[in-house]
């Protein structure tokens, strides 16, 4: 039976990983380009209650979100529930902080199970750069509602002529920062020159992520990880025949006006993606009382924001500054750590961040450590393949890390994996989970 | 795949027109539906012996009306001759002839049923010729049938009785609606296992034969196997859905349909009998039900045959099974009685032109199981095998119209047959009403001109 939850004043209980589901991420324009949000986090859905067998199972709360939201989805993820084979009794959530969406939604339920407010949990997230919303332009939207608000014909046509040509030009999302006006490769193309981190260091960490999720694919890792869709049964974006050579026959496309040469390819940068991916969390009662495993538990987190706006840090650092807060908070070192997933939102990213924690004087300096945090193992960092080759749905990446994650912590059976995740805004979430 | 000829002439005028120039007139067959009478019409038991009277005291608490003798121009349900006494020859005239009476009163979708000893367990020559007559006039019966009627026959083996559990489960499979297109078969049963005490379980409701119990269907994603899931599931089995991680999606609807669990995995990796009953254990504590469903077809003239297509066949369709078997048998997981019902194909039978490769991963089939049902003796575990004829799936739809057409009407019943159908043999054979068959191949195939 499960138990019922207690007051927060109980001790805090594990909260346990016990799978996840995603359907296999599509390149945006690709099979998914007439999937919505709702029939992509649905399949996602379906396909977790047909892998623990959850037809009409009321759980606690299900937590996801989209970055890129329709104004229709504004209860995207209680839609998602309604439309799939879970109990129309479990309630549900939004959730939105950029490309962190996933993780946070993992994080915040985690909590929830742990404080005894919830038994189970769905943490999940989804992404259609295909689908995406088109808005009309400022202009045309201000004419329109003082349109409807005008009473007399007078006034109604004195409201028609203020609308100019150009307002009918329709706003397409990007990914530029609202406040800088830059891209994000762009943003991240500052960082990487910054760190002088070289065209080869950033191709072959794309080559590795191909090459260890194509090995993740061939010995089938992903059998209870990933349910096709739309007849679509591996991402999308994974090239498994790519090679160096053929990396670095592809031209710059961000950082061209910087005065340092230009690294940052379409290779070695995520590209627009669909997809969904799903989390079942548990406390162990609950786990234990439906029979499901228990792959991991989810330890701690932490968030952190960086000023990328006046130009003090790169956009994508604030990653960086979390990670030693919650290292501390925890009394771990990076030598704790046999798994580190750190999301490849660019090749430039990671190894920026791989080279913020490795410099004495930057950690002294912006992260108030005593000397370098510390370097990070190549042959423990994102071993199953990470977004550079799965593709990057943006809220649906924090779900396929911690499900592949856990159970890679499963597999071993022992030991820690650290989550880094970037997100827009100038924000970043890391976490830590453990095997059991 | 619809069957377009079969709808139209079950229309008044399209049947007066197809009676008037001979053509086919395949009827709508009677299926099981939840919550079914077995018959609508009395039951005539045919036969003066003990095994006849002791069948028809045992029928009438199943609340049937029962007749010895037909009533003049009644509508019989079903025609039950019981031959279990026949000593030579001639005895078959009386009980047979009144049967051919009787048939002239059979309902839509009737059933004709024969019951005898095993011809190879006679006391003499003379005996075993009038035993397997029966086998030869019951078949004959069966191609004259029409409007849907069906006759068969349970053969009683070793020391089994007309009225015992076994027989009696086998019986009402084959009165109801379950066995719709189970025609000219012959399905033998044994005595009730010595081990019944010892682990054996009954039906429990009659609506759930299989309630509390945990199934593994391989191939489940589509068709046949998706069907099975469906019966297994109605019956009140946990189901347990496999098929290749590239079929996940249609496989997590099935699971999702049938409130099991899907699992993605491919039937030829080594590992794949440890994996099966890692996620079995784990979820369901013990397997019950093995229902060896997956299979692929490469067909291709011998002649122009090539590795890759004889050995992926035979890889998918026997080795796999083979060796996920080892493993099950191997394994504390798998019941005391467990069950294992495995597809074979008449193909496997008969042959068929095409088809080398995948008669011999059937016929591989059908040796396996009676090999492994000589290591169950003695026990409450079965294993058996279920052969479909023509079946209407994505695979026949794939067949040239006018060909499929031909197929459709070259068995008894003049039509294919549904997944469904194959689905409640399967079922039957899982139920512990089936403890007495072992080691059997079941067609299901309407008595189909090939294979038969």
């Given amino acids: 039976m499960p138990e019922q939850a207690s007051p927060t004043s109980a001790p805090v209980r594990q909260a346990v990983v016990i799978g996840g589901n995603r359907i296999p991420f599509a390149r945006s324009g690709g099979a998914y380009a007439y999937s919505s949000n709702q029939d992509m986090l649905i399949a996602a859905l379906d396909g977790l209650v047909a892998r623990f067998g959850l037809q009409g199972e009321r759980i606690g709360e299900v937590a996801a979100g989209a970055v890129l939201k329709h104004s229709r989805d504004f209860n995207l993820t209680r839609e998602a529930v309604l439309g799939s084979a879970l109990s129309p009794a479990t309630p549900a959530y939004d959730v939105q902080q950029a490309c962190a969406t996933g993780l946070e939604t993992v994080v915040g339920l985690a909590n929830k199970i742990k404080l005894g407010q919830i038994d189970s949990g769905i943490a999940g997230g989804v992404d259609s750069a295909s689908d995406a919303p088109i808005a009309v332009s400022e202009g045309l939207r201000r004419v329109l509602l003082d349109f409807s608000r005008a009473r007399t014909t007078q006034q109604k046509i004195r409201t028609l002529a203020g609308l100019r040509p150009k307002d009918l030009a329709p706003n397409a999302p990007t990914t530029g920062e609202p406040r800088t006006g830059l891209s994000m490769g762009e943003h991240q193309a500052l960082t990487t020159a910054a760190w002088e981190i070289s065209r080869e260091a950033q191709d072959e960490l794309a080559f590795r992520s191909h090459s260890n999720l194509a090995a993740a694919y061939e010995r089938g890792f992903f059998s209870d990880l990933v349910t096709p869709y739309r007849g679509v049964t591996k991402d999308a974006n994974l090239r498994a025949d790519t090679s160096l050579e053929k990396l670095a026959t592809l031209k710059p496309v961000f950082g061209k006006a910087l005065p340092t040469p230009a690294t940052m390819t379409a290779g070695n940068s995520t590209p627009l993606t669909d997809g969904a991916s799903v989390v079942l969390l548990g406390s162990e009662d609950y786990a234990r009382a439906h029979n499901l495993p228990m792959l991991a538990n989810v330890v701690d987190a932490e968030a952190a924001a960086v000023d990328f706006v006046n130009g003090k840090e790169g956009l994508l650092m604030a990653p960086v500054y979390a990670l030693p807060r919650l290292l501390q908070r925890n009394s771990l070192t990076l030598a704790d750590f046999d798994f580190f997933e750190i999301h490849e939102a660019f090749a430039g990213t990671v190894l920026s961040s791989l080279a913020a924690w490795e410099n004495d004087d930057f950690c002294r300096n912006q992260l108030g450590l005593e000397g370098a945090l510390g370097t990070i193992d190549r042959a423990k960092l994102n071993v199953n393949g990470s977004s550079l080759a799965a593709g990057h749905p943006f809220a649906a990446t924090g779900g396929r890390i911690v499900a592949s994650l856990a159970k890679a912590l499963s597999e071993k059976g022992s030991g820690r994996g650290l989550i880094s995740v970037c997100a827009a805004g100038g924000q970043g979430v890391v976490a830590i989970l453990e095997a059991r | ?452």
């Fill in chain 2, 1 to 452: 795949m619809a069957d377009t000829y079969l709808e139209l002439i079950n229309n008044p005028l399209p049947a007066r027109i197809a009676k008037s120039l001979g053509l086919p007139r395949p009827a709508v067959l009677r299926r099981h539906t939840p919550g079914e009478a077995l018959a609508d019409h009395p039951l005539l038991v045919v036969g003066s012996g003990p095994g006849a009277d002791a069948l028809a005291a045992e029928l009438l608490a199943w609340d049937l009306e029962i007749r010895r003798h037909a009533l003049p121009g009644e509508t019989l349900s079903a025609a039950i001759v019981v031959l279990d006494d026949v000593s030579a020859p001639m005895d078959l005239a009386a009980p047979m002839l009144e049967l051919g009476q009787a048939v002239r009163l059979l309902a839509a979708g009737g059933r004709v049923i024969g019951l005898f000893r095993a011809p190879g367990e006679s006391t003499g020559p003379a005996q075993a010729a009038a035993r397997q007559g029966i086998d030869g006039a019951i078949r004959s019966v069966a191609r004259e049938l029409r409007r849907g009627a069906t006759a068969n026959g349970i053969i009683l083996q070793r020391s089994a009785r007309v009225d015992e559990p076994n027989v009696l489960g086998a019986l009402r499979f084959l009165l109801s609606g379950k066995s719709a297109y189970v025609d000219g078969q012959f399905l033998p049963v044994g005595p009730a296992p010595i081990a019944s005490a010892a682990g054996s379980r009954g039906d429990g409701d009659p609506g759930r034969p299989l309630a509390g119990r945990t199934a593994l269907v391989t191939g489940a994603a589509r068709g046949i196997g998706a069907e099975i899931a469906a019966v297994l599931h109605r019956d009140g089995a946990h189901v347990v859905v496999v098929d290749v991680p590239a079929a996940g999606e249609q496989l997590a609807r099935v699971a999702n349909r049938v409130g099991g669990t899907a699992l993605q995995l491919d039937i030829t990796t080594p590992d794949a009998g440890a994996r099966l009953l890692a996620h079995v254990a784990a979820r369901y504590g013990a397997l019950d039900i093995l229902v060896h469903n997956a299979g692929i077809t490469r067909d291709k003239l011998l002649a122009n045959m090539d590795a890759a297509r004889w050995d992926s066949v035979v890889n998918v369709n026997i080795t796999s099974q083979l060796r996920i078997n080892e493993a099950v048998l191997a394994s504390e997981v798998f019941a005391p009685d467990g069950r294992i019902v495995s597809l074979a194909s008449t193909s496997g039978i008969a042959g068929n032109r095409g088809q080398s490769n995948y008669a011999a991963s059937k016929a591989g089939v059908i040796g396996m199981v009676r090999a492994t049902s000589v290591e169950f003796e003695g026990t409450a575990r079965t294993i058996n095998a279920v052969a479909p004829g023509f079946i209407e799936t994505e695979m026949t739809a794939k067949i040239p119209p006018l060909t499929r057409q031909v197929a459709r009407r070259l068995s008894s019943l003049q039509q294919g047959g549904l997944p469904v159908d194959v689905a409640e043999t399967v079922a039957f054979l899982a139920s512990g009403s089936a403890a007495g068959i072992n080691g059997q191949v079941v067609r299901v195939c309407g008595q189909n001109l090939v294979g038969a």
